[in-house]
């Protein structure tokens, strides 16, 4: 009897369902288990209903039950019921795109592109998948995109690495070449004046010596000229006043030096070269590392918004040496003012002669991004190369193949490049925004207001750094431009 017990009691333990068996807060229940529910395995779409796995097992025994379709367990099943008239929506609606029950297509949904639900999704699906293989795509190109970023930093770091390594050797020979140049000019310097001293104290040594044997001399004609007896006067005299005339000028004229002045302009002469041989080669350089921009300036589109803009920030100053004499330049040359009193410019082979044209102190390559406020007259921003002419009407901006200019006045804006003008359309701001991608070739101009509003673009190909550049073509007192000192935080 014992046996037997302890036997059914295995029965009954292998028969029950373990507590991982039984659906928790979180999991599916079944909705046909009384009191304590099971985890469901299926949710059946048409009836709507979840099944443990005791209970689903009609749907694979009898066979209207087989046509159901089973998905996932699901907590949503009561979203396929229609509201409306407590069905299963298995109808899509193209019309209203949304999923409907059958008796929808008999009232509201009457008359609309109606599809089943499963014969939508089988197109959708199609679609989908057709979406997937374009995202697909573009991940794969754009992994390959940044497979080729990357290498082009690494080549970009190895490059620099080794520029930095050369341009170091190359700099360190140059100041060794200056300072055995200074060197040998100090030495020739020293020299000549080691020369020149030695014939200056030679001279001193010989007059200084002729000087005790003139005070004996003159020491002998004063007691002559107190001898009373005019016999003895007239007969010493002959032999008193007879003395050898001196090897040297009777006056020597002290004046400066003009070697070691003429060696000092040749030395500031050769430091001005030098200056010039490294701007150039500054220009140069600047010019050859934005090469390394061929990718970015291709991949990065051009800014939409002046938050983009601002993110390309140049702040210009005016350059003084470049500024016509009629031109006042004030809060930190950012400002130019046209009055009708000229300036005390030094001369300077940069100046501007003829127009009232000035040039901007910095060079402009990559992407940059700057604002001019304009008043009175007619005023004109501008670009230029920096080996524009300085004098004649070939200066002009504009009015050549190597500046830009878009006129502004009241009355609207015209565009000046090689003598062609090109009227513009837009509204008349005091502000212009100016936007230049030197790699790409784009210059375009932009009236700031409330808005940004583009003017007129330009598509080219630079050949050399650009200049920002102001001029004023009307004389008009008072007339001014100033660059906006910016920052990127700035609101318009």
């Not at 080996?387 to 009407?393: D, E, K, P, Q």
């Amino acid at each position: 009897m014992a046996e037997k017990e302890v036997k059914l009691d295995q029965e009954k333990m292998q028969t029950s369902p373990a507590d991982d068996c039984y659906a928790g807060p979180e999991d599916v229940a079944c909705d046909v288990c009384t009191g304590r529910k099971m985890k469901a395995v299926k949710s059946c779409l048409f009836c709507p209903a979840s099944y443990c796995r005791d209970h689903l097992q009609p749907h694979y025994d009898a066979p209207p039950l087989k046509k159901h379709k089973l998905v996932n367990p699901s907590k949503n099943l009561q979203e396929n019921i229609c509201s409306r008239h407590d069905e299963v929506m298995k109808i899509f609606c193209r019309t209203d795109q949304q999923c409907i029950c059958y008796l929808c297509t008999m009232d509201e949904h009457k008359g609309h592109e109606t599809f089943p639900a499963a014969a939508e999704r089988a197109e959708k699906q199609k679609e989908l998948q057709v979406r997937r293989q374009q995202i697909q795509q573009r991940i794969q190109d754009q992994e390959k995109d940044v497979k080729l970023l990357q290498q082009e930093v690494e080549a970009i770091n190895v490059s620099a690495d080794k520029a930095v390594e050369d341009s170091e050797e190359i700099f360190s020979e140059m100041i060794y070449l200056i300072q055995k140049r200074s060197s040998d000019v100090k030495q020739q310097i020293r020299s000549q004046q080691e020369t020149e001293v030695s014939r200056v104290k030679e001279l001193q040594e010989e007059l200084e010596q002729e000087i005790p044997e003139l005070k004996r001399k003159d020491a002998e004609l004063e007691q002559l000229s107190h001898t009373e007896d005019h016999n003895q006067f007239l007969l010493n005299y002959p032999s008193l006043s007879a003395h050898s005339e001196s090897t040297h000028s009777s006056s020597i004229n002290v004046r400066p030096l003009r070697y070691f002045e003429d060696m000092t302009a040749a030395v500031s002469e050769l430091r001005e070269k030098l200056q010039d041989i490294l701007r150039d080669a500054g220009i140069d350089i600047s010019l050859k590392v934005t090469e390394v921009d061929v990718l970015l300036s291709d991949i990065k589109p051009e800014p939409k918004t002046r938050a983009g803009f601002l993110n390309y920030l140049q702040n210009i100053t005016l350059d003084p040496n470049t500024a016509h004499r009629y031109l006042l330049l004030s809060r930190g040359n950012r400002k130019i003012q046209f009055i009708e009193q000229q300036q005390s410019y030094p001369d300077h082979s940069d100046r501007f002669i003829d127009y009232n044209q000035v040039l901007s102190r910095e060079s402009l390559t990559g992407r940059c991004y700057w604002e001019v406020e304009w008043r009175g007259g007619r005023v004109n921003v501008a670009v230029s190369y920096r080996n524009i002419s300085r004098a004649g009407v070939e200066c002009v901006f504009g009015i050549n193949a190597k500046s830009w200019s878009l006129s502004c006045d009241t009355n609207g804006y015209i565009f000046y490049h090689n003598s062609i003008q090109t009227p513009i359309l837009g509204p008349v701001s005091s502000r212009i925004g100016v936007y230049l991608d030197h790699r790409a070739g784009i210059l375009s101009f932009y009236s700031v207001s409330e808005t940004m509003t583009l003017l007129h673009t330009v598509q080219t190909s630079f050949t050399q750094p650009l200049y920002a550049g102001i001029r004023f073509r009307s004389f008009f007192e008072g007339a001014s431009a100033e660059f906006i000192k910016l920052s990127q935080s700035e609101e318009i």
